[in-house]
């Protein structure tokens, strides 16, 4: 299989139950000295590891051992290496190994500030020629060094170059397809999710919580879903909230504490699921993007992992999404669908 393939089957272990086998990150890989210059610019790698006292769902996916996608992704036309696909992330980051053993120098490029979900943190970068997977081709790019604590990935492969590709995920069969965008519909059996335009470089739905209406961030590098106090403000009027204490570990290896609570039905399109956990709290991440008081969903691998298909075609700015049959959990496509 080569770098010139257009799709990738990914081979990946069986899932553990979330949460409770969950390793959390550690700090951030060595930052920059105090002699070097101020961070380069700011780099978004949405991370959230969340500590619960039950595990959240089981299911056999194309995933690293903490629930995410693996995508094989060729690095200087060498690899492939395992990256987790991450599309809350800006910028792809590498763990040490791989910098090791692609024999990248560090300290010729400037350091870059790390944003996380609960946190932030300056780190170090280094300067890659090429990133390919399927018809993705990135560079030259700087890309930033994360600590090696992946679910056993290498890092993190984020959104750069993506304004013109199409993903298709297929949890079913263990297969992910990076291609460019025809332009396609959604097909048979399918619903479509518009993205809303901003400049958060983000991909944003409409949803609906206990039918209240929602931002929700589709965020396929976090293996748990988050929702702001705004959120869990709106929603407590409506039943008991008192809920578990969660601990969220970010990408800087920043902790925070969140209220774990099941909410149902969780609405995206004419896609409907019920009793999915949510952790609850004003994140650093949710202040960085000015969505403190506004009620707003990080949407993770826990509930995405759920669907058979996932597609994400940013030429098109939509979201098809394809159920699965999940009793307890889905109650799938609505007869509006």
Do not use: C
């Amino acid at each position: 299989m080569t770098a010139s393939n257009i799709a990738h089957a990914v081979n990946a272990s069986r899932l553990i139950p979330l949460l409770l086998m969950y390793l959390p990150l550690q700090a951030m890989a060595q930052a920059a000295p105090s002699s070097a210059t101020s961070p380069d610019e700011d780099v978004e790698l949405q991370e959230a590891i969340v500590h619960a006292p039950e595990p959240r769902y089981v299911a056999p996916t194309t995933r690293d051992r903490i629930g995410r996608v693996w995508v094989p992704v060729y690095l200087n036309d060498k690899g492939p290496f395992r990256l987790v696909l991450d599309s809350g992330a800006t910028r792809t980051a590498l763990i040490p190994s791989v910098v090791a053993a692609l024999e990248l120098e560090t300290g010729r490029t400037p350091p870059v500030m790390l944003r996380g979900v609960t946190g932030q943190a300056v780190t170090p970068t280094v300067r890659l020629n090429r990133i390919t997977v399927g018809d993705l081709q990135v560079g030259p790019s700087t890309v930033p060094i994360v600590a090696d604590a992946f679910g056993g990935a290498e890092g993190l492969l984020g959104n750069e170059g993506m304004h013109d590709k199409r993903i298709f995920i297929d949890f079913r069969n263990d297969f992910i397809n990076i291609s460019r965008s025809q332009n396609r519909r959604a097909g048979i059996g399918f619903d479509t999710v518009p993205f809303l335009k901003e400049d958060l470089k983000l991909l944003v739905v409409k949803a609906s919580i206990g039918g209240r209406q929602v931002l929700a961030i589709i965020d396929t590098g976090a293996q748990a879903s988050v929702g702001n106090m705004a959120l869990h403000t709106l929603l407590q009027g409506r039943r008991n909230f008192r809920g578990s204490e969660d601990v969220v570990t970010g990408a800087t290896g920043a902790t925070q504490t969140g209220i774990g609570v099941r909410v149902s039905p969780i609405a995206i399109g004419n896609l409907t699921i019920r009793d999915a956990h949510l952790t609850f709290g004003d994140m650093r991440i949710f202040e960085h993007w000015n969505m403190l008081t506004e009620p707003a969903v990080v949407i993770g691998m826990d509930i995405l992992g759920l669907l058979d298909t996932l597609v994400i075609d940013y030429q098109r700015m939509e979201m098809h999404i394809k159920p699965r049959n999940q009793p307890g959990m889905f109650i799938g496509l609505n007869s509006a669908g």
